[in-house]
C-alpha cells in the first residue's frame, strides 16, 4: 500500500513531499523537505523506517549544506548513531519529531489508544531544522474531538502549545500556522 501526502509551510515559504510506502511487516517513509529555514533555502530528504508506527531509524540530508544525521532505536528504547555508539541522553524516547514536518506528529497519534479529554506524555527526539541537532523532549497530546473524518489533538511541548487536526488517515491536515496538507 503507497500513501502520498504533501504539505505547505505557512511558516516559512516551503513545501513536502511525503510517500509512504507499506509491506506486511515493515513501512518505509521517503520524503523531500524544501524551505526557507531562517532565510535560507534548504532541501531536505528524510527516510524513515517504521514497523506498526514504531521508528527503526531516520536518516536526513541536507545536500546543500553537507549535513546528514543518521539514529536508529530498538525496542529497549535506547538510540545509536551510524556507527553503532549509543547516545545516552537520548535513552527513554520512543518516537521523533523533526522541526520542518508535521509528518513526526503522526507517530504517536497512530500508535496509541486514545480516550477523549485524556493526556498522553511521549518522550521524543526532536531534531532541528538545519542545524542537526537532537535532544530529548517531553510532549503531550490530548485527543480534543473526534469527527466523522477527522481527530483534533491539543498538543503541548515546553511553553509551546497548538491545536493539530489529522484526517482519517492518520496525517495532519491542519498544524496551525505551521503547515497544511495541500494533498
Not at 32 to 56: A, H, Q, R
Not at 118 to 123: G, L, M
Not at 128 to 153: A, C, H
Request: proline share 4%; charged share 25%; with cysteine.
Amino acid at each position: 500500500m503507497n500513501k502520498v501526502a504533501i504539505w505547505e509551510n505557512l511558516k516559512s515559504y516551503g513545501t513536502e513531499f511525503l510517500e509512504i510506502i507499506t509491506s506486511d511487516t515493515l513501512s518505509k517513509v521517503n520524503s523531500t523537505v524544501i524551505s526557507m529555514e531562517n532565510g535560507f533555502p534548504n532541501k531536505i530528504d528524510y527516510t524513515i523506517e517504521l514497523n506498526d508506527w514504531f521508528i527503526k531509524n531516520l536518516s536526513i540530508e541536507i545536500p546543500n549544506t553537507g549535513k546528514s544525521l543518521y539514529i536508529e532505536t530498538n525496542s529497549d528504547r535506547q538510540w545509536f548513531d551510524q556507527k553503532g555508539n549509543e547516545i545516552k541522553e537520548l535513552y527513554g524516547a520512543i518516537d521523533i519529531d523533526i522541526s520542518c514536518t508535521p509528518f513526526t506528529n503522526s507517530l504517536p497519534i497512530n500508535r496509541t489508544k486514545w480516550i477523549i479529554s485524556e493526556p498522553q506524555i511521549f518522550k521524543m527526539v526532536f531534531i532541528t531544522i538545519p542545524e542537526l541537532s537532537i535532544k530529548k523532549v517531553e510532549q503531550i497530546y490530548t485527543l480534543i474531538n473526534v469527527g466523522n473524518d477527522y481527530r483534533m489533538f491539543h498538543y503541548k511541548s515546553g511553553s509551546f502549545e497548538s491545536m493539530i487536526k489529522v484526517a482519517s488517515d492518520g496525517l495532519v491536515i491542519n498544524y496551525p500556522k505551521l503547515f497544511i496538507r495541500k494533498y
